[in-house]
């Protein structure tokens, strides 16, 4: 599990894709100071989310947490309301690895071939070739799948190592430390600097979420009460460490910034990798390593998109739920929940197609998304530790009286980022640099409301656990 949650963060060859977007708003002042900002935002929220993990391990993750901790009489449309956000959230997760993937395909046959016409239908085609890649290895190769994920995480360490000691060796120059700690950095057309700076935390936001991807598995695991905490807070740290030691490294090393901004390529990071070894052999074998991360990635984030779709279909919270819920008897897997998921991931790569800033508008999604589905269960338990603390009865893992505290820190930072993250990137605002991550969000909540009066209403009771396939409970209230 620990290996799943590390090779689908996969922190710091996130930040290769997602450099581009905190260069431009607030340059490396907006990374580093963003990056420490996000790290102990999300240790806390993490923490807090760890919490109810340990007394209700469920499938269901953030939406069941809700149900059983918020007041009986807003639990059940509360509840919804988080499945829908956590389901929504994941799906969107999901898309952003192989959409790299994909997309850093293009650029690097730019910075080999520099006749190549960059047309973003290529990088939508090339983005639907690594999720069906995982699809085959969630359906076909389940057997082999937790070999995958060992193998993803020695890789996602070792080839760290490999680039970040390539960078630091062969760099021709080293940026100074004022560089790095206080360049500040405008290309977005916002008159507030602080605004940008504010947007340019979608960087470090991004690739530290995706942590829950071992409560969404937990009913797959045999002490979830134990692991899972282990497995949030374990990955988170060692992604962190790494994330942030590679991001130094490529800010001292990378040469001029308006090369790496202005690149070609379309990814900064290329520019930078050719800039520091100056060869094209050389920076496309490390550009080569994240494109395979990223692909290897995408096979744990459709399987723990999945796994939320069919925990919420299997509590006839989502449409078609008898159909989806089906779990394959041969395999022990929700087969139709994982083709749906891949097909839905497909359709999101349409927004390439449609608007340039499209990989900003699947980041913001991810982030905004899942943030909002870890708010939600943070303030029923922050709520239920002040006014009912008796009422809690803990698992193994709890924060004691570090817990009020740390709830009101993940509350203010998740709120925070759920606000800036639906900016605009640039302005001024036209249709193809819009974010659509709000209208998206706008809609599937609005599809979420609408569903809920429909059916929701009268035939959602509560979300149910399964522990290795045998069903436990209901809504219970802790």
């Not at 918020?70 to 952003?96: N, Y």
């Not at 797959?220 to 994330?243: K, Q």
């Not at 449409?319 to 989806?324: I, N």
């Not at 605009?424 to 009066?453: D, E, H, I, K, M």
Request: aromatic share 12%; charged share 10%.
């Amino acid at each position: 599990m620990l290996a799943a949650c590390v090779s689908l963060m996969a922190t710091w060859e996130a930040f290769c894709s997602t450099m581009a977007a905190g260069l431009l708003s607030g340059g490396p002042v907006s990374l580093v100071y963003g990056f420490i900002l996000a790290f102990a935002g999300t240790i806390a929220t993490a923490l807090s989310l760890s919490e109810a993990a340990s007394m209700i391990p469920s499938a269901g993750g953030q939406y069941h947490y809700v149900a059983e901790l918020s007041p009986p009489s807003i639990a059940r449309p509360l509840s919804w309301a988080a499945g829908w956000l956590t389901m929504f959230g994941w799906q969107s997760v999901a898309a952003s690895a192989p959409f790299l993937a994909g997309t850093m395909i293009q650029g690097l046959i730019v910075l080999n071939n520099p006749t190549y016409i960059y047309k973003r239908w290529h990088g939508t085609l090339l983005y639907w070739a690594v999720l069906l890649l995982a699809l085959v290895f969630n359906v076909l190769g389940i057997r082999i799948l937790p070999h995958v994920e060992n193998a993803s995480m020695v890789l996602h360490v070792v080839l760290f190592f490999i680039l970040l000691i390539a960078i630091v060796a062969l760099s021709p120059t080293k940026n100074s430390a004022s560089f790095v700690f206080t360049d500040f950095e405008n290309e977005t057309g916002w008159t507030s600097n602080g605004v940008t700076w504010c947007i340019g935390m979608l960087s470090s936001s991004y690739v530290l979420v995706g942590y829950d991807a071992a409560t969404h598995l937990s009913e797959e695991m045999s002490n979830p009460a134990v692991g899972v905490p282990r497995a949030m807070i374990g990955s988170l740290l060692l992604n962190g460490i790494l994330g942030f030691s590679f991001l130094l490294a490529v800010l001292f090393c990378m040469g001029d910034i308006a090369s790496a901004i202005g690149t070609a390529t379309g990814f900064p990071i290329i520019q930078i990798f050719y800039t520091v070894t100056g060869s094209l052999g050389a920076a496309s074998a490390m550009t080569t390593a994240v494109i395979l991360m990223a692909s290897l990635a995408t096979i744990p984030l459709v399987a723990s998109a999945a796994r939320t779709l069919w925990a919420l279909a299997r509590d006839s919270a989502f449409p078609f739920s008898r159909w989806l819920s089906h779990v394959d008897e041969k395999r022990g897997i929700p087969t139709r929940a994982i083709w749906v998921t891949t097909l839905f991931l497909m359709l999101l790569g349409l927004l390439n197609i449609a608007a340039t800033t499209a990989f900003n508008a699947i980041l913001s999604l991810a982030v905004v998304g899942l943030y909002l589905s870890y708010l939600l269960p943070v303030v029923v338990i922050l709520w239920r530790r002040i006014k009912k603390p008796k009422s809690l009865r803990w698992g193994p893992f709890e924060l004691g009286r570090w817990g009020i505290m740390l709830n009101i820190v993940s509350i203010i930072y998740t709120v925070f980022c759920c606000v800036f993250l639906g900016f605009p990137p640039y302005q001024p605002v036209t249709a193809q640099n819009f974010n659509y991550a709000s209208v998206v969000l706008g809609g599937v909540l609005a599809l979420s409301a609408a569903y809920w009066f429909i059916r929701g209403r009268k035939g959602y009771t509560g979300p149910a656990i399964e522990i290795l396939g045998r069903t436990v409970s209901n809504i219970s209230h802790v």
